[in-house]
């Protein structure tokens, strides 16, 4: 198969799907997104060199215009985060899209699912991946479905469970099923069978069974990822804590709710090893790492500050014209972000935050900036007496105060990196985006990953006073921006 070949993406907008479509771009290939809500695809560094198409897979009059013209069809959504009857609608939904590709001659479909022995009493979550898998088939398009347990990688829900469990709770009460085999695979290695498949046409009809290197534990995994961050944990296992209970406590100590996470538990009941050896026999450039490496590239990369891949957040666009507060988590990072629609030009905006900090300071509470950085000199961290460069222009590199500039783009984007000392790291954000009647949005993020319980601390003890501050220098740079250009 060439690099001719028309795709469509579904669930673009979630883990897998979203760096699918930046794999197949990388590639050559041409990408049409289906999406119920365009407005979640702005601010994806990709947004622009795809087709984006409005559609519903519970509508199947919505699915043709999508499907016109495609030769292959990714299908990467599920149903478990929307609704109680999930099974019911995964299967309904992959009937749907089934159909229409079928009536639209889709070459074929792939599709991601869920290890686990069919002939085993599979949990419902694990039973819904399979049969969503068969339901696409029923149209007689053919259909590459690979089964994958746990996906390793800053983003994916399994994975951050295992993190949040892991950083928040230091003595852990554990169910038997924590100690169930489970092989996890990369998320790298997951792309790299899902665009490998495109030009494998053998793999065409057939379930493919895809791991890691290595067999582990969910209690293995656990203190694996302590140890790649220097933590000490204790697992205590008790007879008896059913997954109801089990998802509650996950509730409690994780972003993720027990709604979602009781099916995603339940699923652990069951061992999810790789059965079956044929995708080293129909995919041997692969190599799948071990557990351990892809821990290593995860947290390697929310070392190194690379949280683009959240920064596509949609929820500002979705509030209109007003200013709005968000504080969300995404990929580890607690995120809180703030939006100001200022009468004037991005350039005029982009002039004043990126003239922070030095002799000028913060443009509101430049007292509290000033005990803060005391208090780091206390404690043997850096302060604000470093100043900055230049009053007005930045580069990649330069300090200022306690921040280090980690990227400029002129007249649109500023990320500062945090070097205070701080239980996690943190960077500040700003961007600009231009809008009709010479106004422009103003885009300020606060990025915090915390390490451990004391990072967590840190975040909410500190909380009250960051509303604070930081929605007035928000305020005070849309005035600063409007009174200088008038």
């Known amino acids: 198969m060439s690099n001719k070949m028309r795709l469509l993406v579904t669930g673009a907008t979630g883990y897998i799907g979203g760096r699918l479509v930046t794999r197949l771009l990388e590639e050559g290939y041409t990408v049409r997104i289906l999406v119920r809500d365009a407005q979640r695809l702005r601010g994806r560094s990709w947004s622009d060199r795809v087709e984006i198409v409005k559609g519903n897979i519970f509508d199947i009059d919505t699915l043709a215009p999508a499907l016109a013209g495609i030769d292959v069809a990714y299908y990467l959504v599920h149903s478990m985060a929307g609704s109680d ?3 019911q609608q995964d299967i309904v939904a992959a009937q749907n899209f089934g159909k229409a590709c079928r009536d639209a001659n889709v070459q074929r479909i792939l599709y991601l699912g869920g290890l686990g022995d069919p002939a085993a009493n599979l949990s419902e979550h694990l039973r819904s991946r399979q049969q969503t898998g068969a339901a696409l088939t029923e149209a007689g398009v053919p259909v590459t479905e690979f089964r994958a ?27 038997r099923w924590v100690f169930n085999r489970i092989q996890p695979i990369s998320i790298g290695n997951v792309l790299d069978y899902l665009v490998a498949a495109l030009k494998t046409p053998e793999s065409s009809g057939r379930v493919i069974e895809i791991g890691g290197a290595d067999v582990q534990t969910y209690a293995t995994m656990m203190l694996t990822y302590a140890k790649e961050r220097g933590f000490r944990r204790w697992l205590i296992p008790v007879p008896v804590l ?6 509650y406590w996950v509730h409690l100590v994780t972003p993720i709710g027990a709604r979602m996470a009781r099916p995603l538990i339940e699923g652990l009941r069951n061992e999810v090893v790789v059965r ?3 995708a080293s026999q129909l995919f041997p450039q692969i190599h799948p790492i071990d557990y351990r490496t892809a821990v290593k590239l995860a947290l ?19 509030q209109g014209d007003r200013s709005v507060k968000v504080l969300s988590t995404h990929d580890g990072m607690i995120m809180e972000q703030r939006v100001q629609i200022v009468p004037v030009s991005p350039e005029a905006v982009f002039r004043e935050f990126t003239a922070l900090g030095g002799e000028r300071g913060w443009l509101y509470f430049n007292w509290a900036w000033q005990i803060r950085g005391l208090m780091d000199r206390l404690i043997g961290g850096v302060g604000l007496r470093r100043g900055r460069r230049d009053p007005s222009e930045l580069r990649v590199g330069d300090a200022v105060d306690f921040w280090r500039v980690e990227a400029v783009e002129p007249s649109h984007l500023l990320r500062l990196r945090a070097e205070m000392k701080v239980p996690g790291m943190a960077w500040l954000q700003f961007e600009v985006h231009e809008l009709p009647d010479k106004q422009t949005r103003l885009v300020q993020t606060a990025f915090f990953a915390p390490k451990g319980i004391a990072g967590l601390a840190y975040w909410y003890v500190l909380y009250p006073i960051h509303t604070l501050i930081f929605s007035g220098m928000s305020r005070a740079i849309s005035k600063q921006a409007t009174m200088a250009v008038r």
């Open 85 to 87: 009857n999930f099974e």
């Open 149 to 175: 347990a746990v996906v390793v990688g800053a983003g994916s829900i399994s994975f951050e469970m295992i993190r949040y469990l892991t950083e928040r709770v230091p003595l852990m009460v554990c169910p």
């Open 242 to 247: 059913t997954p109801r209970l089990s998802s």
């Open 276 to 278: 079956d050896e044929s």
């Open 300 to 318: 390697a990369n929310l070392e190194a500050g690379q949280v683009e891949t959240t920064w596509s957040d949609a929820l500002v666009t979705s």
